[in-house]
């Protein structure tokens, strides 16, 4: 069984899809081609790729019951949004595994996939204008498998070649994950270069420079902070002899670029800015194809019954998730200051008063019994009170139900709880919140790097009176974390609103090193609860569970209160939870491979 270790041998499983359309992204590959037939045009290289588009290894599908991108946060483990039962890794529980784990043959199937296509794309005589973009697009899926791997499980064996049985890669050690960023950002220096952008052209679905770009960036900035910061705190999972500036460069630099083209191209650009619920509206689009802000997404279509549940399962019935109260806290009031020292802030006691004189984004992500939340617009049904009394996974966990990510038609889900919404995988906020983060850490950054980063996110949702002057920043008291500069604390701040629910933050506690302050300990809290005894118009078997509802002493929703395991808060192990381990069995079958800490 050896030969299984890293790399399955399959047959070249090829999706032939027209090169005009994005519909591969939901379509299962139907043809299988061998290679005496193939590798004789372009096309065939298109066809091959077509195959990385539809890789749920490599792309969320989002297609399960109760997941979805404006869940991952909650599912993943995180402060800013919880599950109705507690994350089991943020705990501090997880095990060993014997097998799998992630790193079974199936999970490395993917490379052997890209790194076939790199063996045998030079077959093809077709002039280099005509090959390389299909060859950026393998390495552009090869560094996003290897990004996926590197956050996993850290060091990891790099093979950028199909592996035969009798090959010495088999029993090769891991590669230290410096080493593979440097490998991963290679590959996509060579993409970027491959790749052309897609400024005012028409949607594909096909990467372009301008994705690239910003994977490059994203990568980057999370093997820069994750060396940066585990250093700093001489954990386990430090990168001896980097402290990560060298990654970080590299971000600020590519985010730059992109900005660069941006400003010149006029693409990639934020959506609606200045329109009223602007914010909101970008997370519930059936079709992005016109969007300047999103750069690359998933379509789903009812025609040909492809679907997502997660807009209406978590927006309609709660789905079991539920914004946290660390996380409303976080955002501003609309002139800046946080509320902790604001005039404007009226307090937490009801959802109306706690959304006043804030940042529009809350009241954008929450929902808020102001006779303006609709849970269904084509049949006018009006939030009122969460829902509490129904089963574990159709109410919301914190009493902050979800906003962000609900598609408000009954006629669309109602029978089969189903939505056509498209998820995201890059947009262009992301990069300028990149750009900033990383000219702070290289203590580079400028009064105009925050106004066309932080600023302009302010600006879209009519934030004009609160913008950031990294001149004269407020101290907040309660500030997340402890010995960071106010521009590091006010851009993570940014960065924490900005993507809420989005599936981030994991990741962010995770490179920043900073489960010591956001998690071990710790036991989210949601809302205030009093607030909803005797609500007017609520149904009796609403009001018979308010008081049952687990509180606090202070009177906050404490969802987690009855889990015995979590009378101290959440027991993150510090020296083991931040990678995940390698299983037995691969250790046995490979001496050469290594455990991770504290496993």
Not at 337 to 355: A, H, M
Request: hydrophobic share 35%; charged share 20%.
């Amino acid at each position: 069984m050896k030969k299984y270790k890293y790399i399955i041998i399959v047959a070249g499983i090829i999706s032939m899809m027209p090169s005009c359309s994005d519909s591969f992204l939901e379509r299962a590959p139907i043809v299988n081609i061998s290679d005496a037939n193939y590798w004789t045009s372009e096309n065939d290289l298109m066809i091959y790729c077509n195959n990385f588009y539809n890789s749920y290894a490599l792309l969320p599908s989002w297609m399960d019951w109760n997941a979805g991108p404006y869940s991952a946060d909650g599912s993943n483990g995180s402060d800013t949004q919880v599950f109705v039962n507690y994350n089991r890794r943020m705990n501090g529980e997880n095990t060993l595994p014997s097998s799998g784990g992630g790193w079974s043959s199936g999970d490395w199937g993917t490379l052997r996939n890209i790194n076939y296509f790199m063996d045998h794309y030079p077959l093809v005589a077709a002039a280099a204008e005509k090959v390389n973009p299909y060859v950026g697009e393998a390495l552009f899926f090869r560094a996003l498998f290897y990004f996926n791997r590197v956050r996993t499980f850290g060091d990891v064996p790099w093979i950028e070649t199909v592996v035969g049985v009798e090959s010495e890669l088999l029993t090769a050690s891991r590669t230290p994950r410096s080493q593979v960023v440097d490998n991963i950002l290679a590959d996509l220096d060579k993409a970027i270069s491959y790749l052309s952008p897609r400024a005012g052209g028409s949607y594909t679905g096909r990467i372009t420079k301008e994705v690239a770009l910003a994977l490059q960036a994203r990568i980057a900035l999370y093997e820069g902070t994750w060396e940066k910061y585990h250093a700093q705190k001489n954990t386990a999972f430090k990168v001896s002899g980097s402290d990560g500036t060298k990654f970080i460069q590299k971000a600020a630099e590519a985010a730059g670029a992109l900005i660069a083209l941006a400003e010149t191209n006029g693409y990639p650009a934020l959506d609606n800015v200045g329109v009223e619920n602007g914010y909101w509206s970008l997370f519930n689009q059936y079709d992005y194809s016109s969007s300047k802000e999103v750069m690359f997404w998933r379509r789903y279509s009812k025609s040909d019954g492809v679907m997502n549940h997660f807009a209406n399962y978590l927006g309609h019935r709660g789905g079991g998730h539920g914004v946290t109260k660390g996380l409303v806290d976080s955002y501003l009031c609309t002139d800046g200051k946080p509320i902790t020292v604001s005039p404007l802030y009226q307090g937490d006691k009801s959802l109306k008063s706690l959304v006043a004189n804030r940042d529009p984004r809350l009241n954008q992500t929450i929902m808020v019994d102001d006779g303006e939340h609709t849970l269904w617009t084509d049949n006018y049904l009006l939030y009122t009170v969460p829902l509490i009394n129904e089963g574990a996974d159709n109410n919301t966990s914190t009493g902050f139900h979800q906003y962000k990510g609900l598609v408000p038609l009954y006629n669309d889900w109602y029978g089969t709880w189903s939505s056509y919404n498209g998820a995201i995988y890059f947009r262009y906020a992301e990069v300028l919140l990149i750009y900033a983060e990383a000219k702070a850490e290289l203590g580079t950054i400028t009064q105009g790097d925050i106004d066309k980063t932080v600023n302009a996110l302010r600006k879209r949702v009519g934030m004009d009176n609160g913008l950031l002057d990294i001149g004269n920043i407020i101290t907040d008291p309660n500030w997340d974390f402890a010995g960071l500069s106010p521009v590091l604390q006010e851009i993570r701040r940014e960065r924490k609103v900005e993507f809420a629910c989005e599936g981030y933050r994991t990741d962010d506690i995770f490179r920043w090193a900073a489960a010591d302050e956001l998690i071990r300990g710790k036991r989210p809290l949601g809302a205030y609860v009093k607030q909803w005894e005797n609500y007017p118009g609520a149904s009796a078997q609403f009001l018979e569970a308010v008081p049952k509802l687990p509180v606090n002493d202070e009177g906050y929703w404490d969802p987690y209160k009855n889990f015995t395991v979590l009378d101290n808060g959440y027991q993150f192990n510090l020296g083991r939870d931040y990678l995940s381990p390698i299983p037995t069995d691969q250790i046995v079958l490979n001496p050469n491979l290594t455990q991770n800490p504290g496993w």
